[in-house]
């Protein structure tokens, strides 16, 4: 079992940054990828980036290329979300998620899920 806290959620103005952690604890595995989903009021859970276990592998949606980093520190088992220029679209709870596999970008090859953390982006 793997157990995922995120933290660093918040309101913002269009423009600001905010950055996500995800704390993972529990049983590791060797190979692993760390993911971050979100979803809007009324819509489907989105993939927005994934990192694998070396932290040489990432991926990005491209509603947030340019504009997000997604970024490990192995040592504390902690995942983070830079995310920059944010706009109001970007608003949603942001999930962070635990691959077993060591790769996706749909939710549905993640294993261990947190509970979210809410950004709101708005003036």
């Known amino acids: 079992q793997v157990q995922l806290v995120e933290s660093g959620g918040g309101m913002v103005q269009p423009g600001g940054s905010l950055r996500l952690a995800c704390a993972a604890s529990g049983r590791t595995f060797s190979r692993y990828a760390m993911g971050w989903f979100r979803q809007a009021p009324g819509k489907d859970r989105e993939f927005v980036s994934v990192?694998?276990?070396?932290?040489?592998?990432?991926s990005y949606a491209g509603s947030v290329k340019g504009r997000f980093t997604i970024s490990t520190d192995n040592a504390k088992n902690t995942v983070y979300l830079q995310m920059n220029s944010l706009k109001p679209e970007d608003t949603a709870v942001y999930y962070c998620?635990?691959?077993?596999?060591?790769?996706?970008?749909?939710?549905?090859?993640?294993?261990?899920w947190g509970e979210g953390t809410q950004v709101t982006v708005s003036s």
């Open positions: 990192i694998n276990w070396t932290g040489g592998s990432t």
């Open positions: 998620a635990y691959s077993m596999t060591g790769w996706g970008t749909s939710a549905s090859e993640y294993d261990y």
